[in-house]
């Protein structure tokens, strides 16, 4: 990848980091030249070309930094070497594993799942007795091509069934409920750089809490939002004047109120400076179609896929899923729709990663909080279970089954809900070892335990 | 009990920890009735009355909150800006945190406004009744599937929330089998669907509940749903869950051991009456003498519109209070709002934009007002826009710096010197509206 020299003229780092991406990536947008002036407002072109190409990024935990330092971290980076790319992706609300996989070719399944119960499709070549849910068609693809590898039963033993605390345990890779740094956080503290914020990236309105860092920065990026300030009949120089203040309301007043409000005003401040160009709705292109939909999800991906071709310094991704998936009620329609866009999206990137030669750099891994009950509930639903299902998808995994499904008939435990058969914190272990190349005993609590199943070809 | 001096300032505070910041005058009436006078005073306001201009939309049309996208927010939104109950309606807000319902799973904003009267009616009664109120309210039983749960086939998630989020906490005092057993308890419940106005015919049908004898927190009988309720709020774990809660609504930090178990043995003494242990908080201390809280998105905007004396005239501030972080009746998931979290770079960005509406049609033109030509007058002028807000030295000293530097910019043409005290004016209340000061409380 050809990157433009750091030291060849008197552009701003800025400028030059702008320029490097509109260089290197294929297709974000360059700063237009033509760009009209809004008629009488009296805004500078350098502030206009600013606020229009600027996304929302809010940076966690790089408060000591100015916002140069940032931006020459990032800049910095992204003239490193390559990292490999993990992107989380998280199922919101316990996906039914039973029909995201559904056990046709077990005699229990109907029984158990009179209303619900899924017939035809097609069935793993793994284990015939499951079928790939409808609207995974692209997945199932994937899984074809040896492209995704299948966890149908993962999760951890006595599995706590509030959504809340279930998703602390994954993200914060231990079942602890104290722990305050989430699994991708404690791997970038220890590997990312301090001025680096990119290195963990949410794409999201808030940081994903398996981000959370105790000391590098990582940052969250909702989307096309635009970072712009205005005040009515505030023009010009004064107007320059008044958002340099904004800044200065972030002094360090005693009281913990008013200081949290105080922080974020200088956190908004060094924000509004670091613009980072790139748009994630219309500016970039992508060389395959991304599903059209209401919900950011294909859109986020498709800005992800662009930002990694753009060079930029990501290492650790999080995003959520679109769809329903705390199918307590009317659970085929709200399952359905999720897992289309969620597999169609999914499989857009991967084709989109694949046309731009990124392909072997990013692994994708999808969750769920927990699984559901075995046993429908009545109202075309199901209630929380333990272990779900899982996916790895990209080039470099296996593509062989981690775990095998335990069957409805000795699989289940006393509450009639499935064990698990694999360990998400041996997932992450593997990950960590095989993807990362770190030993996961300094990330996870207790990793000597778990197994390490081969994830990655 | 705050023994302290109960000032004008401390009087502010607890308008903005028991309603909605006040109106120019009110904070300095409020402290002349001392401390147990004005606490008196919120906890037993007396018939509501609204002050000032009938809410409308920006056309000038009444609100339609049953209907109309945005409205509902905004109708509540003129409740907490002209009430003579702040108290009231700070309540309504804090058990629609509590027990938080979303009409993205309800669907119909006059069930949700049906279940907001209800939490403005009973808000400072029984919280035993408050909970037999929202077990059986039909929004309540849309968005956690309660009129789903029967006895053939159970539903458990009313029954697991209800004592994961609203009386016990999570994992104390009750098991797995507890929640299945209280789903069993609360069967019953039903509603009909109708083509063309949805839910409708909420009733409870014995047929469909489950008699069966239950066991549940070690207690055995053919429990109904109000046995549920009866016995999540007599729980052990009950008390200190509640007390601890509610504290968190009005005061920063935790209570002292001493405070929370005097708190407790106030709440179950009153058989679970909310007003007692409101007043007992609202005098505390640690009220007056704790950190700032940062004021929740709602409050906030409202807060700005009663120091100014502006209605509700536009819809605009549900899309821009959703920004800052809090649409009204869409709570972000059943645990409510994070009471510690409304600031970031993105909702602060929500809070400049509710400022500049708020400002908007107070904007000075540059080509006709006339301001003067001086940082420290600019300043005291915008601070009598806003009435004397309490804003502290670092902050007035950031303020002067930003005039004085703009002013400096004027030096040299006369028509900057003209027209650029108008225009520092005009960002000189901006800036005060998003000061650290304004945004805690």
């Known amino acids: ?457 | 009990v705050w023994r302290g001096k109960f000032d004008v300032a401390r009087a502010e505070r607890l308008l903005w920890r028991a309603g909605f910041g006040p109106r120019p005058g009110e904070a300095q009436k409020l402290a002349r009735l001392g401390l147990d006078g004005a606490v008196h005073k919120l906890t037993h306001p007396g018939r509501e009355h609204l002050v000032g201009h009938r809410p409308h939309d920006e056309r000038g049309l009444p609100l339609a909150p049953f209907d109309a996208w945005g409205h509902d927010h905004v109708w509540w939104l003129d409740r907490m800006v002209r009430t003579s109950r702040p108290l009231v309606e700070r309540m309504t807000l804090l058990w629609h945190d509590w027990f938080a319902t979303s009409n993205s799973g309800v669907g119909s904003q006059r069930l949700m406004l049906n279940q907001n009267h209800l939490f403005r009616e009973r808000g400072l009664g029984s919280f035993h009744e408050l909970l037999l109120d929202v077990t059986q309210d039909p929004a309540m039983l849309l968005w956690l599937n309660g009129s789903d749960n029967s006895k053939d086939s159970p539903n458990e998630n009313y029954a697991r929330e209800m004592m994961e989020l609203f009386t016990l906490g999570a994992d104390r005092g009750y098991t797995e089998n507890d929640v299945r057993q209280q789903a069993r308890a609360l069967t019953g419940f039903r509603n009909s669907w109708n083509q063309n106005t949805g839910p409708v015919n909420f009733r409870y049908d014995p047929q469909y509940h489950d008699t069966g004898r239950k066991t549940i927190f070690h207690h055995h009988g053919r429990f109904t749903w109000k046995d549920s309720c009866r016995l999540c709020v007599t729980h052990p774990d009950h008390a200190s869950f509640f007390v601890r809660k509610l504290w968190s609504y009005f005061v920063a930090g935790a209570p002292d051991h001493a405070t929370q178990r005097a708190l407790e043995r106030l709440y179950k003494s009153s058989r679970y009456e909310v007003r007692p242990v409101v007043a007992a908080i609202l005098r505390h201390p640690a009220l007056y003498t704790g950190a700032r809280l940062v004021k929740p998105p709602v409050v906030y905007n409202a807060g700005l519109l009663r120091r100014i004396r502006r209605g509700i005239d536009t819809t605009a501030w549900t899309w821009l209070d959703s920004m800052a972080g809090q649409q009204l009746f869409y709570p972000p998931n059943v645990a409510g709002w994070d009471d510690t979290r409304w600031l970031d770079t993105a909702t602060w960005r929500g809070r400049w934009w509710i400022a500049q509406y708020v400002l908007d049609r107070h904007a000075l033109d540059p080509g006709h007002a006339h301001q003067p030509y001086d940082a420290k007058k600019l300043l005291d002028q915008a601070c009598e826009f806003w009435h004397h807000p309490p804003l502290g030295r670092d902050t007035r000293q950031a303020l002067h710096t930003f005039a004085q530097r703009a002013l400096h910019d004027a030096k040299g043409e006369s028509w900057k010197r003209e027209q650029y005290p108008v225009m520092i004016q005009n960002a000189l209340r901006q800036l005060i509206a998003v000061s650290p000061e304004l945004q805690a409380a």
């Open chain 1, 1 to 457: 990848m050809t990157r433009a020299c750091n030291h060849c003229d008197g552009l701003s780092r800025s400028r030059l980091l702008h320029r490097a991406l509109a260089q290197a990536g294929s297709g974000l947008p360059a700063i237009e030249p033509g760009m009209p002036l809004p008629a009488g407002t009296g805004l500078t072109r350098r502030k206009f070309l600013a606020t229009s190409l600027g996304a929302a990024v809010a940076v966690y935990g790089g408060s000591r930094l100015g916002f140069g330092a940032l931006e020459e971290g990032i800049a910095a980076a992204a003239a490193g070497p390559a990292a490999p790319i993990l992107v989380s992706v998280f199922l919101e609300g316990g996906a039914d594993g039973l029909s995201v996989l559904s056990p046709q070719g077990d005699p229990l399944y109907r029984k158990l799942r009179p209303q619900l119960a899924l017939t035809g499709g097609t069935a793993l070549t793994e284990d015939d007795r499951l079928y790939w849910h409808p609207a995974l068609g692209g997945l199932q693809q994937l899984y074809a091509e040896q492209k995704v590898t299948v966890l149908p039963a993962v999760g951890y033993t006595h599995a706590d069934q509030s959504h809340f605390t279930s998703r602390h345990y994954w993200e914060v890779g231990a079942t602890q409920a104290n722990l305050r740094t989430g699994w991708l956080g404690r791997y970038l503290d220890r590997v990312g750089k301090n001025d680096n914020p990119l290195q963990g990236l949410s794409l999201d309105d808030t940081l994903a809490p398996a981000l959370a860092t105790a000391k590098v920065p990582v940052a969250s990026i909702s989307g096309a939002d635009q970072y712009d300030f205005y005040s009515e009949r505030v023009w010009g120089q004064v107007e320059e004047r008044m958002l340099e203040a904004i800044g200065l309301l972030g002094h360090q007043p005693a009281d913990a109120g008013l200081r949290a409000a105080g922080n974020v005003a200088a956190q908004v401040d060094r924000l509004r400076r670091q613009l980072i160009p790139f748009q994630s709705s219309n500016g970039f292109s992508s060389p395959v179609p991304y599903p059209q939909a209401d919900d950011p999800f294909p859109q986020r991906l498709a800005g992800l896929a662009a930002m990694l071709a753009a060079g930029l310094p990501l290492h650790c991704v999080a995003l959520t899923a679109p769809g329903e998936y705390d199918t307590h009620a009317g659970e085929p329609s709200a399952l359905t729709q999720g897992l289309q866009l969620t597999s169609d999206s999914l499989v857009a990137f991967q084709r989109d990663l694949e046309a731009r030669g990124l392909a072997d750099r990013v692994l994708v891994h999808v969750w769920s909080e927990f699984g559901r009950r075995a046993a429908e509930n009545g109202d075309s639903g199901t209630d929380h279970g333990a272990a779900g299902v899982g996916f790895l998808v990209g080039t470099r995994v296996t593509g062989k089954m981690v775990g095998e499904f335990p069957g409805l008939q000795k699989g289940l435990d006393g509450d009639g809900n499935v064990s698990a058969t694999s360990g998400f914190r041996s997932v992450y272990a593997s990950l960590l070892e095989q993807w990362f190349g770190v030993d996961a005993a300094a990330v996870l609590p207790k990793a000597a335990s778990f197994t390490r199943p081969k994830l990655v070809a």
